[in-house]
T-cell receptor, first 114, second 113 residues
């Protein structure tokens, strides 16, 4: 049973560029959440996707956008990259509406913006 | 907004000893979940233990247990018989209904052989 997988593992971009990160949820899960984890900090919620729609959003600008596909996989897009966007981006999957609603995390994508 | 505070940036424990990591949170809600996640150098967040706010009994998972004080909004993690593999960053997290998680800033745990 594959867990949450993210690609790529590392990425280097320059300011102003655009980036796309990918996530495949754990088998049987239908909800994907994205988090940004800056160095030395806890993860910060970006947004959550369920049924191919953004359901919740944290305090992040519109430069951060996402998509969920019919197979529940998801993408995170960041436009006009800033130096401050350098962070570990974590994807978490869960089964929507279940009481336990435990999130399982991927190993993340390390994004460096130069 | 909900906040989660971990006041211990770093902790250390001797192998086989017991250590307690602290966490406090702020919320006006009565129904929520609390979690402790472990993040080793591999970066993958691993669920350690979970507590439902409506349950008075403290959760326990093998060597890991919590002390949940709802009125005080405190949720500490106790690790008994510490092992070298317990060394990691530990994050306390709060989940409101609707699935959004709020994380603390983490406590780095070192296990001394």
């Amino acid at each position: 049973d594959a867990g949450v997988t993210q690609s790529p593992t590392h990425l280097i971009k320059t300011r102003g560029q655009q980036v796309t990160l990918r996530c495949s949820p754990k088998s049987g899960h239908d909800t994907v959440s994205w988090y940004q984890q800056a160095l030395g900090q806890g993860p910060q919620f970006i947004f959550q996707y369920y049924e191919e729609e953004e359901r919740q959003r944290g305090n992040f600008p519109d430069r951060f956008s996402g998509h969920q596909f019919p197979n529940y996989s998801s993408e995170l897009n960041v436009n006009a990259l800033l130096l401050g966007d350098s962070a570990l981006y974590l994807c978490a999957s869960s089964l929507f509406g279940t009481e336990k609603n435990i999130q399982y995390f991927g190993a993340g994508t390390r994004l460096s913006v130069l | 907004a909900q906040t989660v505070t971990q006041s211990q940036p770093e902790m250390s424990v001797q192998e086989a000893e017991t250590v307690t990591l602290s966490c406090t949170y702020d919320t006006s809600e009565s129904d929520y979940y609390l979690f402790w996640y472990k993040q080793p150098p591999s970066r993958q967040m691993i669920l350690v233990i979970r507590q439902e706010a409506y349950k008075q009994q403290n959760a326990t998972e093998n060597r890991f247990s919590v002390n949940f004080q709802k009125a005080a909004k405190s949720f500490s993690l106790k690790i008994s018989d510490s092992q070298l593999g317990d060394a990691a960053m530990y994050f306390c997290a709060y989940r409101r209904l609707g699935n959004q998680f709020y994380f603390g800033t983490g406590t780095s745990l070192t296990v001394i052989p």
